[in-house]
């Protein structure tokens, strides 16, 4: 794809607004915004013609379509709960009224906006349409979990009249289609780059609560960006912050946190509904718009051993989070742990080994077409299944490109995360932050409390490594280590208890038998209750010198 660039600047100290340097989006180019905020939904929404725009998530249509400043433009938002004949009957009266069509649209929606204008026997291919897919690079980062996300795309490219737009450097697509695209870059004149302060380290439960505390203060409400409802509950809980908290995630993850007792959720963007602290999650990563009258404190969250979809790419993710906040940022961090298990690859690597997989399945299918009997096609068959390459594969068994790009874009990310010096350097390496980077370590964190409570190993194998935990912790002297400890008893009370009673030792002789450990820990507490100075005491005060008690007596007293 070839490269135009078309420069930006400030005027009276205001960034311009892509209206001011580009009339109209242009056929057939992907539009690098480079900057967020610059108005490139707005531009399309103002512009002379019909426009058909896919955002990537319900809560941009919603805040778009609800916006006073769109109040004219005739703007019209498709999303779940949104039937075809409404989209008909829009259609209807902008036709009537001689009003542009301003239809905004999820991917998984588009199809009901096809259908309603076949209906009305109108093509939108050919009949002056313009199609826009704002922020495309969702469709590379969401379509191994979004299956309906690259719905719209044959249609696409099929239309005279499409473009595609995205604030960050767009993905090298492995579609071909794309072979006649222009790439339109616009390079502010400017310094746009955000401080971002990055905090590696081993303990992202432990961190986060000592920068939260360091926070204390400073009254300007906080947004927390993690891309798991599981993650952020945990984390509610164990900070407990949970009062204070409101969660913005999807319709499926609201359901999940209110069946747990948990009420303050929403899947749309309300600033009425903001708490002391707000979580969101992936869904509002792009395109969004948060205006507020104070620049607020924003930390984005990464726990490489809770799941890889929490891993905030810094090319794309920081940048989308970041843009959200219509009027800047008071602070930024991103709190990261990582981990040297993830292999390092090279991009030439990552493209290999899925050209290996492509080779392997069409040499089975060969097999499965040439099999010389009914039992050998289906030795050769259930291969077939197991072949890491069908996750490249569309329900009708045809390559999806956008998820070979997927696959390509995630395991370079999870390279990033194989030590604080490559997640350091990624972000040096984008041009949108000025980078501070501190690595924060502690005795015990993230990995270790992975392997307390991994299924997969035994219970006598998970109490060894506790024992061996807490030996190492010794007497628990900072908050922090205090607070692990704290976490072992919530994983195994009773062995951290005989730790306590008996010692690392002792359990060992014991072989980690819980009937013999019961019995030593009960026969220890009895010998520490009748040797204690309250025992003796006590026994003084009955029984003197000299003097002669019945056997009666004496088991009564005792």
């Given at each position: 794809m070839k490269e135009v660039a078309i420069k930006i600047t400030k005027v009276n100290g205001e960034v311009q607004h892509l209206t001011d340097i580009l009339p109209m989006i242009e056929s057939n180019t992907i539009l690098n915004k480079t900057i967020t905020g610059i108005g490139a939904t707005y531009s399309e929404i103002k512009a002379p013609r019909n426009s058909i725009i896919i955002e990537p998530n319900k809560p941009v249509i919603f805040g778009k379509s609800k916006d006073q400043k769109h109040k004219k433009d005739n703007v019209f938002g498709v999303f779940q709960g949104v039937y075809k004949d409404d989209i008909i009957a829009y259609i209807e009266k902008s036709i009537l009224q001689k009003k542009h069509i301003k239809i905004l649209t999820t991917p998984e929606s588009f199809k009901k906006v096809q259908d309603a204008f076949e209906e009305l026997d109108i093509d939108i291919r050919f009949d002056g349409y313009f199609l826009l897919f704002d922020e495309c690079q969702k469709i590379v980062k969401d379509c191994d979990y979004r299956q309906d996300i690259t719905l719209p795309m044959d249609l696409f490219f099929e239309c005279r009249e499409k473009a595609m737009v995205?604030?960050?450097?767009?993905?090298?697509?492995?579609?071909?289609?794309?072979?006649?695209?222009?790439?339109?870059?616009?390079?502010?004149?400017?310094?746009?780059?955000?401080?971002?302060?990055?905090?590696?380290?081993?303990?992202?439960?432990q961190y986060t609560k000592e920068l939260l505390k360091s926070l204390e203060d400073d009254k300007r409400p906080i947004f927390l960006f993690a891309n798991s409802t599981d993650m952020i509950y945990g984390l509610m809980n164990q900070l407990g912050i949970m009062e204070q908290s409101a969660v913005f995630c999807s319709e499926k993850s609201v359901a999940k946190l209110k069946q747990m007792k948990f009420k303050a959720t929403t899947d749309l963007w309300d600033s009425k509904k903001m708490a002391r602290y707000n979580w969101l999650t992936s869904r509002f990563y792009s395109a969004l718009d948060i205006e507020l009258p104070m620049m607020p404190n924003v930390i984005m969250l990464t726990d490489c051993y809770v799941a890889g979809y929490t891993m905030i790419d810094?090319?794309?993710?920081?940048?989308?989070?970041?843009?959200?906040?219509?009027?800047?940022?008071?602070?930024?961090?991103?709190?990261?742990?990582y981990d040297k298990r993830i292999p390092l690859k090279s991009k030439e690597q990552i493209i290999c080994r899925y050209q290996c997989d492509c080779e392997i399945y069409m040499t089975l299918q060969t097999m499965v077409d040439s099999a010389p009997s009914a039992e050998w096609k289906d030795a050769y068959s259930d291969l077939l299944l197991a072949s890491p390459y069908n996750?490249?594969?569309?329900?009708?068994?045809?390559?999806?490109?956008?998820?070979?790009?997927?696959?390509?874009?995630?395991?370079?990310?999870?390279?990033?995360?194989?030590?604080?010096?490559?997640?350091?350097?990624?972000?040096?390496?984008?041009?949108?932050?000025?980078?501070?980077?501190?690595?924060?370590?502690?005795?015990f964190g993230d990995y270790e409390r992975l392997t307390i409570t991994d299924q997969s190993t035994s219970?006598?194998?998970?109490?060894?490594?506790?024992?061996?935990?807490?030996?190492?912790?010794?007497?628990?002297?900072?908050?922090?280590?205090?607070?692990?400890?704290?976490?072992?008893?919530?994983?195994?009370?009773?062995?951290?208890?005989?730790?306590?009673?008996?010692?690392?030792?002792?359990?060992?002789?014991?072989?980690?038998?819980?009937?013999?450990?019961?019995?030593?820990?009960?026969?220890?507490?009895?010998?520490?209750?009748?040797?204690?100075?309250?025992?003796?005491?006590?026994?003084?005060?009955?029984?003197?010198?000299?003097?002669?008690?019945?056997?009666?007596?004496?088991?009564?007293?005792?």
């Open positions: 995205s604030a960050t450097p767009p993905t090298e697509f492995a579609d071909p289609r794309f072979k006649d695209f222009c790439v339109t870059k616009i390079t502010p004149d400017f310094d746009f780059q955000k401080e971002l302060n990055l905090h590696t380290t081993n303990n992202v439960l810094p090319y794309m993710d920081a940048v989308q989070i970041l843009g959200r906040f219509r009027n800047g940022v008071n602070k930024a961090f991103h709190i990261s742990n996750r490249f594969l569309d329900e009708n068994g045809k390559e999806n490109r956008f998820k070979v790009d997927n696959y390509i874009d995630e395991e370079i990310v999870k390279t990033i995360y194989h030590d604080d010096i490559e997640l350091r350097t990624a972000y040096m390496n984008c041009e949108y932050f000025n980078v501070n980077h501190i690595n924060h370590p502690y005795k219970i006598k194998e998970k109490r060894k490594i506790i024992v061996m935990q807490l030996e190492q912790l010794g007497k628990c002297e900072t908050e922090a280590e205090q607070q692990y400890k704290r976490d072992l008893q919530f994983a195994d009370k009773f062995i951290v208890e005989a730790y306590d009673i008996l010692g690392k030792e002792r359990i060992e002789q014991l072989k980690y038998c819980v009937t013999r450990i019961r019995e030593e820990i009960i026969i220890k507490k009895h010998q520490e209750n009748a040797c204690s100075t309250d025992a003796i005491k006590l026994i003084n005060a009955k029984f003197y010198s000299k003097q002669w008690y019945s056997a009666k007596y004496i088991k009564g007293q005792l």
